[in-house]
């Protein structure tokens, strides 16, 4: 029974870190094209060329 006072706040902690970070990949425009790198994989030029 005392291993759910580590393991709860533990396991709260890390779920809300992962939502932080799943909130700041949408600020930051993470999702914005979903289609571009899909196209992308399919052009024959090399972009340093």
């Known amino acids: 029974m005392s ?3 580590f393991i709860i706040p533990i396991a709260l902690f890390l779920g ?3 939502l932080g970070a799943f909130l700041w990949s949408l600020k930051s425009g993470q999702y914005d094209d979903l289609e571009g790198a899909s196209w992308r994989i399919l052009e024959d030029e ?3 060329e």
């Open 46 to 48: 090399d972009p340093d």
């Open 3 to 5: 291993n759910l006072l």
């Open 16 to 18: 809300g870190l992962g």
